[in-house]
């Protein structure tokens, strides 16, 4: 078998061999003070009590003890790599910022794989939606894209953000996985069903992360150097070609390969079979934007590429596996907010919500000066502002420099000409505005008819069939309700499979109901109380 091993299963030796004849480096504490016996604990005799004194082993223990930092919310199970965006067609008639201004021109990036609702240690096989984000350090400071594998998502209001992902987690009694919770709140959100649709399809569980495309999902805007401004999507199409497991498979490699994904990239790249991605965009005046039959800011939507083609920009390759895994992906901190001049935000609802919560979430996981890290640093630009202290601070803290604003003593300033654009914005009242139904079907409909094949669609209705049968019945007549309103064929070939489920499981139309157990206490126990 020693002559079947991969680059993975060889690292450790491939290690060694990099370092040649060097001896094993003297072995320090975490002070650098050179450890004597890494052996033994010190005792009072052979079978005596260890002593405090012994910092070998406190220094050891308690930087054990704090291994582990918080996982990630959402995205906790993820692969990483790095290396370079190349421009190959020049957009700069859209866009001033540096990452595009030249044919040829090279960017460092780091991009992430990811499941989205599953621990860390979970399979990379689940059928879920995948994070495909992605990091340019560019001289203008970190660009971070950070989309998913699909154009569209679950919902178009952030504020519904966290609930939807605590129904894709865990029951908060059972701590199971909740069916009902999960097509409880997907039945009665049924702008979902464009990305549920997707996601139960064949694409729902891509083949590693190689073979699979990247969205920015959101729509953004792209500034010129004449400050004309026009609104934009990102594209990432996979030039490996798109691949996927079946059922079957996925089910088998969970329980025999649950880090396929990672694996797979990892070797890829170690054997010089580097992956990478044709980039594009897709390009909105404000005047279509006006005239759009729907919100082009609405993340459940694609636009058309009818309308709209892809033009494309670059290639996206990944060259370089991680050095340390803990360093440079669990490490990594991705936020859509981080844009240099010349690309903006929409008025997308979900971007804006996202704005706000991936930073204040790093500053929680990684602490607040989380950007001095060097996998997120912008190292390709001088970090100038009045930001100081806090905890873990391990740069020179921008040493005497005035750490108030406005001063006089050459502090950094600030760049007019770099301000944001000016955006209109008429008047109108501000409230809390319903888009629950704003024609939630349409393009599902294009998608179930048009995009899919027969075969296809009849996989997509047994795969939905096989998930939502575990939930009560008045969620699924919901959950068929929505899929009719697509098209009567869906929900019809859905309830059809149900149907057959529900038989073959006697299933009772009954409510299921989780009470908080009152153990019975006396009189006598209460007045102890």
């Known amino acids: 078998?020693?002559?079947?091993?991969?680059?993975?299963?060889?690292?450790?030796?491939?290690?060694?061999?990099?370092?040649?004849?060097?001896?094993?480096?003297?072995?320090?504490?975490?002070?650098?003070?050179?450890?004597?016996?890494?052996?033994?604990?010190?005792?009072?005799?052979?079978?005596?009590?260890?002593?405090v004194q012994d910092v070998v082993f406190t220094d050891e223990m308690a930087h054990f003890d704090r291994e582990r930092i918080p996982e990630r919310v959402v995205h906790a199970k993820g692969a990483g790599a790095f290396g370079y965006f190349e421009v190959t067609h020049d957009i700069t008639k859209y866009c001033k910022a540096k990452v595009f201004e030249h044919i040829g021109k090279r960017t460092p990036i780091a991009i992430r794989f990811s499941t989205v609702a599953g621990e860390s240690g979970s399979a990379d096989?689940?059928?879920d939606p995948r994070g495909f984000a992605m990091k340019f350090y560019t001289e203008e400071g970190i660009w971070d894209l950070v989309g998913n594998n699909t154009p569209i998502f679950f919902i178009r209001d952030a504020i519904l953000f966290p609930s939807f992902i605590h129904s894709q987690k865990r029951n908060p009694q059972t701590h199971l996985k909740d069916p009902d919770m999960v097509w409880d709140f997907w039945s009665l959100r049924p702008e979902s069903l464009h990305q549920v649709s997707?996601?139960?399809?064949?694409?729902?569980?891509?083949?590693?992360?190689?073979?699979?495309?990247?969205?920015?999902?959101?729509?953004?805007?792209?500034?010129?150097?004449?400050?004309?401004?026009?609104?934009?999507?990102?594209?990432?199409?996979?030039?490996?070609?798109?691949?996927?497991?079946?059922?079957?498979?996925?089910?088998?490699?969970?329980?025999?390969?649950?880090?396929?994904?990672?694996?797979?990239?990892?070797?890829?790249?170690?054997?010089?079979?580097?992956?990478?991605?044709?980039?594009?965009?897709?390009?909105m005046t404000f005047e279509e934007a006006e005239?759009?039959?729907?919100?082009?800011?609405?993340?459940?939507?694609?636009?058309?590429?009818?309308?709209y083609p892809l033009i494309p920009v670059g290639k996206l390759v990944l060259n370089r596996n991680p050095v340390n895994y803990f360093a440079e992906v669990e490490q990594i901190a991705f936020d859509p907010s981080n844009m240099p001049p010349g690309i903006e935000p929409s008025p997308d609802k979900m971007l804006q919500g996202r704005l706000f919560s991936y930073p204040d979430t790093h500053r929680h996981r990684l602490g607040p000066n989380y950007l001095q890290i060097p996998v997120n640093c912008p190292y390709r630009t001088r970090v100038a502002n009045y930001q100081r202290d806090g905890p873990m601070c391990v740069s020179d803290n921008q040493g005497g420099a005035p750490n108030y604003y406005p001063n006089s003593f050459t502090g950094p300033e600030d760049q007019p000409n770099l301000k944001e654009s000016r955006m209109s914005v008429a008047c109108c009242d501000v409230q809390r505005f319903?888009?629950?139904?704003?024609?939630?079907?349409?393009?599902?409909?294009?998608?179930?008819?048009?995009?899919?094949?027969?075969?296809?669609?009849?996989?997509?209705c047994e795969n939905i069939a096989s998930h939502l049968k575990d939930a009560q019945h008045f969620i699924q007549k919901k959950a068929v309700k929505n899929f009719t309103d697509v098209h009567p064929k869906y929900g019809a070939h859905i309830q059809a499979l149900l149907d057959k489920y529900n038989a073959e499981a006697g299933k009772q139309d009954a409510i299921r109901t989780y009470t908080q157990s009152t153990p019975h206490t006396s009189a006598k126990e209460r007045s102890n109380l």
């Open 1 to 51: 078998m020693a002559g079947k091993r991969n680059d993975a299963q060889d690292q450790l030796k491939q290690w060694q061999d990099q370092r040649g004849v060097q001896k094993p480096d003297a072995l320090t504490t975490g002070a650098g003070i050179p450890v004597g016996d890494k052996l033994n604990i010190m005792t009072i005799g052979p079978r005596g009590p260890l002593l």
């Open 125 to 127: 096989t689940v059928r």
């Open 198 to 283: 997707f996601m139960f399809s064949d694409r729902g569980i891509p083949d590693g992360h190689r073979h699979m495309n990247g969205y920015g999902s959101h729509t953004f805007k792209l500034i010129n150097a004449h400050g004309k401004a026009v609104y934009c999507k990102f594209h990432a199409k996979t030039d490996q070609g798109i691949k996927n497991l079946s059922v079957e498979e996925a089910g088998r490699l969970a329980c025999t390969d649950p880090d396929y994904g990672l694996r797979d990239l990892y070797n890829a790249i170690a054997n010089g079979n580097c992956p990478s991605w044709t980039f594009y965009i897709q390009v």
């Open 291 to 307: 005239k759009f039959p729907f919100n082009p800011f609405d993340v459940t939507k694609v636009w058309p590429h009818k309308c």
């Open 434 to 460: 319903n888009s629950e139904n704003e024609d939630n079907v349409s393009q599902v409909r294009v998608f179930y008819t048009k995009v899919l094949k027969e075969d296809e669609r009849q996989r997509l």
